[in-house]
Nanobody, 128 residues
Framework: QAQLVESGGGSVQAGGSLRLSCAAYGYTGSSFWMGWFRQSPGKEREGVATIWNDGSSTDYADSVKGRFTISRDNYKNTVHLQMNSLKPEDTAMYFC?????????????????????WGQGTQVTVSS
C-alpha cells in the first residue's frame, strides 16, 4: 500500500507563494495519479491539481489555474505544488492523494472520491 508524506505549507500574506511537496512510498508499477486536494472548515474537500505518474498530464481546478503549478520529480517519487499569488480563499488544509489506474476519457480527475490513499494534510493559511 502506498504511503504519502507531505511537507511545506504554513502562513503567508496574500500575494505570496508557498510550495507543497508529497513523497510517495511503497507503491508499485507506473500507472497512477497523484494530486492535491483541500478542505476548509464547513466545506467539502475539493480537487486542486492532479498529475499522471510521468507528469505528462495534469488537471487544475479553475480557481487555481494560472497561479498553481503541479509537477513531479520521478527520481524522488515526489509531487510538488507551487502556489503563487495566494489569496485568502486559498486558506485550507491541503491533502496529497494517490490512486492506481487511469480515468475513462472525459472523466474529471479532480474528484476526491476517486482517490483512495491520502496523506495527513498540511495547513496553508493566507492572510489579507
Amino acid at each position: 500500500q502506498a504511503q504519502l508524506v507531505e511537507s511545506g505549507g504554513g502562513s503567508v500574506q496574500a500575494g505570496g507563494s508557498l510550495r507543497l511537496s508529497c513523497a510517495a512510498y511503497g507503491y508499485t508499477g507506473s500507472s497512477f495519479w497523484m494530486g492535491w486536494f483541500r478542505q476548509s472548515p464547513g466545506k467539502e474537500r475539493e480537487g486542486v491539481a492532479t498529475i499522471w505518474n510521468d507528469g505528462s498530464s495534469t488537471d487544475y481546478a479553475d480557481s487555481v489555474k494560472g497561479r498553481f503549478t503541479i509537477s513531479r520529480d520521478n527520481y524522488k517519487n515526489t509531487v510538488h505544488l507551487q502556489m503563487n499569488s495566494l489569496k485568502p480563499e486559498d486558506t485550507a488544509m491541503y491533502f496529497c492523494a494517490f490512486r492506481y489506474g487511469t480515468f475513462r476519457y472525459g472523466m474529471s480527475r479532480l474528484q476526491p472520491r476517486d482517490y483512495n490513499i491520502w496523506g495527513q494534510g498540511t495547513q496553508v493559511t493566507v492572510s489579507s
